[in-house]
């Protein structure tokens, strides 16, 4: 049921990636979305694509269990790609297909492939980064990134902390929905027969309850963090202190190589 | 009749989590009885009940409702929820109606009863549980804990199910709404007839209320039958960390003092009515 949705997931390991530097594996995500959109040239797509290969096999992450986490997109890749086929036709060469406002070109197939293979690789980038670090780890990293946006202000720590809550509340709100659905399911309640309308009105039972639950964990979350004085950012030390090592070093310097070649492509 | 045959439950099948919860499952629970299902959190004593509505289907083997199959989807499956009430830990977390009374009527409406029946349905249920009407048109978050609970029982007991579970009804209550539960349950069984089968981590309530246990541990069937034969095996309850009930114990250390008690000794009542003739006797223990 609901509970098998994988993607977002921690994949416990001890692979090289691993144990890279969570603030490393952050940049380096961003990067190679950032390769990713600069170009529509297929063969960068097809390195691209075997470095990320490359990097799922280093995870150890079994294949059948990432592919499984990609399913939920599946999807929203095929809607874009149809999305693209029939309007993406701008600069057509070839008008293959002709019907009303939908025109297929050889244009608009080349923007479809371009832009499944896009989602693909982007989902598979970031759920890789999610399949290897933990949801804490990944917060740090991104509190540690965005400490400079302290000076001007910004609640930076706040942020991270909101964050690790809520990445912390997503399976315990998951367990919840199971157990109110199979709750109702077991009064007999209908969630996927009837108009559309009808199946929206179906939630309402499950929604109810979820908000109500929600709302009570958040209050005893805030009277727990209250009762022990918590208090943010300022003066709060870690037991775990990030440290970059060399294996970060190596795989910024791998990066800033793609990147460089990319540039003297584009160039 | 609920039979179950080889029934093996598997979460996380494949992945890195993956957890045999129940493993070869055999057991016939009687008719118009009440089953006591007793293990330790994590035992698989809620995954199992799960299967007996169908909300969880077994990965291996089969479960049988009156000698045949239940069903796997569709119409049949909506009809077996019905017929086999569940009754969830903390049910009042399912309370979402805007009032008492529309709450109870989720249930029998979605049977797609006449309104008069529903009506007379959510009255016998809503009595049965001891909620009186003029609750009726208050809305269920309004309520304390105990009526909140009671609420949500009579919400399943409305549907009038020919089998009832119930996932450990007592669990955060005060020990006031605890035996009004129970007695409420014990009274509900013995006007309706039903199979009732109740999960609870208190040895006490099973002996009180129950006639049969399912002894659960490590996702497998450690013991089955009557609270006396289940309750003799004291010794290997207490190696699987399950404790029989207080009463029992105190009449296991009497009779290893020297006192000739007779067996079957599991509830206070029980015990009190053993001990007390020999008191007045005068002298059975003085040292």
């Given amino acids: 049921m609901i509970k098998d949705i994988t993607l977002g997931q921690y994949f416990p390991g001890n692979s090289l990636l691993h144990r890279l530097d969570p603030r490393c594996k952050l940049i380096l995500v961003v990067l190679y979305m950032v390769f990713l959109f600069v170009t529509k040239n297929p063969w960068v797509y097809l390195g691209l694509g075997v470095l990320l290969t490359l990097f799922v096999l280093v995870s150890k992450i079994p294949v059948g269990f990432f592919l499984k986490g990609l399913k939920p997109v599946a999807f929203l890749i095929a809607f874009t790609a149809v999305f693209n086929l029939f309007f993406g036709s701008a600069n057509a060469a070839h008008v293959y297909f002709s019907w009303g406002i939908i025109r297929i070109t050889d244009a608009g197939i080349r923007q479809a492939l371009l832009m499944a293979v896009r989602i693909l690789l982007l989902v598979s980038a970031t759920s890789l980064l999610t399949f290897t670090t933990t949801p804490i780890l990944l917060t740090d990293a991104l509190e540690r990134l965005l400490s400079p946006l302290k000076k001007l202000g910004v609640p930076v720590y706040e942020f991270a902390m909101m964050m690790t809550i809520a990445l912390r509340f997503i399976p315990t709100l998951i367990e919840e929905v199971d157990k109110i659905i199979k709750a109702q399911a077991a009064r007999g309640a209908d969630f996927d027969s009837g108009s559309l309308l009808q199946r929206a009105k179906s939630f309402v039972p499950v929604l109810v309850p979820l908000f109500i639950s929600a709302f009570r964990r958040a209050d005893d979350l805030a009277t727990a963090m209250e009762s022990r004085c918590y208090h943010g950012g300022e003066g709060r030390t870690r037991l775990r202190e990030l440290r970059y090592a060399k294996r970060d070093i190596f795989a910024f310097l791998l990066f800033a190589l793609i990147g460089i070649g990319l540039i003297l492509l584009l160039v | ?287």
Avoid: W
């Fill in chain 2, 1 to 287: 009749m609920i039979e179950t045959q080889n029934l093996t439950h598997i979460y996380m099948q494949g992945g890195p989590f993956e957890q045999v919860a129940l493993r070869q499952i055999n057991v016939k629970i009687p008719e118009n009885k009440m089953v006591g299902i007793i293990g330790h959190t994590g035992s698989g004593k809620s995954t199992f009940i799960q299967h007996l509505n169908g909300l969880l289907k077994p990965h291996h083997g089969r479960i049988l409702l009156d000698g045949e199959e239940i069903p796997k989807s569709g119409a049949g499956l909506k009809a077996l929820r019905f017929s086999v009430g569940l009754v969830f830990q903390y049910p009042e977390h399912q309370l979402f109606e805007e009032t008492v009374y529309r709450d109870i009527a989720f249930g029998p409406s979605n049977m797609k009863l006449s309104r008069e029946e529903v009506d007379e349905r959510v009255r016998r249920a809503a009595k049965l549980t001891g909620i009186g009407e003029e609750l009726f048109d208050r809305s269920p978050f309004e309520l304390s804990g105990g009526q909140k609970r009671r609420v949500a029982i009579a919400g399943i007991l409305a549907m009038e199910p020919q089998v009832l579970i119930l996932d450990e009804p007592t669990a955060g209550l005060d020990p006031i709404g605890r035996d009004e539960i129970l007695n409420n349950i014990v009274a509900i069984q013995k006007e309706r007839k039903n199979t009732v089968l109740l999960v609870s981590h208190s040895m006490e309530d099973v002996a009180r209320t129950c006639d049969e246990v399912l002894v659960f541990n490590h996702g497998t069937l450690f013991a089955s039958g009557t609270v006396d034969e289940v309750f003799a095996r004291s010794e290997e309850l207490n190696e699987i960390g399950l404790s029989v009930p207080q009463a029992a114990k105190i009449a296991d250390g009497l009779r290893k003092a020297g006192i000739a008690l007779p067996q079957n000794l599991y509830t206070v009542d029980a015990l009190c009515d053993a001990l007390l003739p020999l008191l007045s006797q005068g002298g059975v223990c003085h040292d």
